[in-house]
Nanobody
Framework: QVQLVESGGGLVQPGGSLRLSCAAS????????MGWFRQAPGKEREFVAA????????????FYADSVKGRFTISRDNNKNTVYLQMNALKPEDTAVYYC???????????????WGQGTQVTVSS
């Protein structure tokens, strides 16, 4: 089992940037695919980005929702048990609670998440 704690949310103006972090517990972090989802008020939770499990490799594949492709970047640091979401060129429609998720040996394109963090609020507004 893995426990996840997100941080880095906040208020940012349109066009600005934020970096979210998700720290995971446990000694098998590299064996988990990791991802980010978001939920805006009155809407269902939606997939944002995922990075595949890497095991002993330094390579991990990534996958993005069309709505964030080219603006958001997901990355992982297995030495720090942390996954990041760098968000650039933020838009008001990116406003949501962002959730980190983990799934055992999941690839980026087949990621659904079965362990979840508590979420961090991102608000994009002038």
């Amino acid at each position: 089992q893995v426990q996840l704690v997100e941080s880095g949310g906040g208020l940012v103006q349109p066009g600005g940037s934020l970096r979210l972090s998700c720290a995971a517990s446990g000694r098998t972090f590299s064996s988990y695919g990791m991802g980010w989802f978001r939920q805006a008020p009155g809407k269902e939770r939606e997939f944002v980005a995922a990075v595949s499990w890497s095991g002993g490799s330094t390579y991990s594949s990534t996958f993005y929702a069309d709505s964030v492709k080219g603006r958001f970047t997901i990355s992982r640091d297995n030495n720090k048990n942390t996954v990041y979401l760098q968000m650039n060129a933020l838009k008001p429609e990116d406003t949501a609670v962002y959730y980190c998720a983990a799934e055992w040996r999941a690839t980026a394109t087949m990621f659904s998440g079965n362990y979840w963090g508590q979420g961090t609020q991102v608000t994009v507004s002038s």
